[in-house]
């Protein structure tokens, strides 16, 4: 059995992490809520990302009610353990965050824009927690697919670093790096506010604005 240490505030030695199985996590075939797949085969001209901003519960529906977002999902990145539990991620001996997998379609929303929803919705300043939930499992984290992607998240992350320096807030400590395998987590966990609309949601931004349209002015 594993412990709930919630609180871990940093990462292991990538020997130090549990060793996980060969086993995937049994996904779902459709999204609770629109219906859509959540895992490839997507349809053609969609693009993906990864998205680490506390809690996946509450990031998940964000994104899932995002114009031009095309399905979700939740589960692990980030880390080291390969398709880690529930439980496992949050010993805080995987290294993982608990990511959204977002699917969209770059003809109806921008990356700038889908990255300007991200920035907003929580509060990437915090390190290894977001809010009063406290833990390497918790981090912000941006996982890019590609050259434009990385270009559009370095770029919008510094320019909401300005916006946020005019306010007082403290470095951006999100997590910026190509994408890791995405490890679905338990079907419980997927669209959980679609199931649970009452649910426990500790998301919370910064009430600042992520400036947009940096990418033409570079």
Not at 172 to 184: K, S, V
Request: proline share 7%; net charge neutral; with cysteine.
């Amino acid at each position: 059995m594993f412990g709930f240490a919630r609180k871990a505030t940093q990462l292991l030695p990538a020997e130090s992490t549990l060793p996980g199985r060969k086993e995937k996590m049994p996904v779902p075939a459709a999204h609770f809520v629109n219906g859509r797949p959540i895992s490839p085969p997507f349809p053609e001209g969609l693009e993906q990302v990864q998205f680490g901003m506390g809690c996946f519960w509450g990031a998940e529906r964000i994104f899932w009610q995002t114009r031009g977002v095309w399905t979700t999902a939740v589960g692990y990145s980030g880390g080291v353990t390969p398709n880690p539990t529930y439980e496992e991620v949050c010993s805080g001996r995987t290294n993982h965050t608990e990511a959204v997998l977002v699917v969209f379609d770059p003809r109806i929303i921008s990356l700038e824009e889908l990255f300007k929803v991200f920035w907003e919705s929580h509060d990437p300043t915090q390190g290894m927690r977001q809010g009063n939930d406290t833990g390497s499992q918790y981090r912000s984290a941006l996982y890019t697919y590609g050259e434009a992607q990385m270009k559009a998240a370095i770029a919008t992350r510094d320019a909401f670093q300005q916006a946020l320096d005019a306010r007082k807030f403290g470095k951006i400590t999100t997590e910026i790096r190509p994408a890791p395998e995405f490890f679905y987590a338990e079907d419980y966990h997927q669209q959980y506010f679609g199931r649970n609309p009452n649910g426990y949601c500790g998301l919370g931004g910064t009430g600042v604005t992520c400036p947009i349209g940096v990418l033409a002015r570079a």
